[in-house]
């Protein structure tokens, strides 16, 4: 049963900081993983997608990885803005068909 | 191009009555998926379905029940709701390798 872990639960940075989120998972026989964000009330918005096959995408100011053999992902934020405010989850799309969210970690950006 | 839509967006329950949600997608897509997210819990998976007519059990399947009679329609039923059904619910949509797109939601309350 794949499992999603996302550390840490809550994370409070001033502007301008670089960050770095992460994601592991349990099951390393994965298609994909995504990274999404939350804005508070508000449905999810697609930020990145990697592939199995891949190691990196890049958007902008975010980065995200993937160390599959290691079950593991990172989404780094350059340069921190408070419009960056908002929850990031992190989905791993397996064999089984699968789509496994993790519980997401909050983040806040001090003006 | 709507996307992926759900009806109703919010609706009042009461305990034992019961309802339908529906999620539609104009994109083709072959997989969708239902959700239900509570505070701190991030998503959790209730149903999916890899194709018109097949529907297999997510992480959190009782209580609910779903259907996928045509391609662009999965539908996602309570029978006999309960208060801990109160939630908001997410349908999702993808071709099943690629980009996983997501609905604005509905909030239920079940009382």
């Known amino acids: 049963k794949q499992e999603v872990t996302q550390i840490p639960a809550a994370l409070s940075v001033p502007e301008g900081e670089n960050l770095v989120l992460n994601c592991s998972f349990t099951?390393?026989?994965?298609?994909?993983l995504q990274w999404f964000r939350q804005d508070p009330g508000k449905g999810l918005t697609s930020l990145l997608l990697?592939?199995?096959?891949?190691r990196e995408q890049t958007s902008g100011r975010l980065n995200a990885s993937l160390d599959k053999s290691s079950g593991r992902s990172t989404l780094y934020i350059a340069a921190s803005q408070p419009g960056d405010s908002a929850t990031y989850l992190c989905a791993v799309s397996g064999r089984d068909d699968k789509i496994i969210f993790g519980k997401g970690t909050r983040l806040h950006i001090l003006p | 191009n709507a996307g992926v839509t759900q009806t109703p967006k919010f609706r009042v329950l009461k305990t034992g009555q019961s309802m339908t949600l529906l999620c539609a997608q104009d994109m083709n897509h072959e997989y969708m998926y239902w959700y239900r997210q509570d505070p701190g819990m991030g998503l959790r998976l209730i149903h999916y379905?890899?194709?018109?007519?097949?529907?297999a059990k997510g992480e959190v399947p009782d209580g609910y029940n779903v259907s996928r009679l045509k391609k662009q329609n999965f539908l996602l039923g309570l029978e006999s709701a309960a208060p801990s059904q109160t939630s908001v619910y997410f349908c999702?949509?993808?071709?099943?390798?690629?980009?996983?797109?997501f609905g604005p939601g509905t909030r239920l309350t079940v009382l």
């Open positions: 990697i592939q199995s096959s891949q």
């Open positions: 379905s890899v194709g018109e007519g097949t529907t």
């Open positions: 999702a949509s993808t071709t099943g390798y690629n980009e996983q797109f």
């Open positions: 099951d390393s026989a994965i298609y994909n």
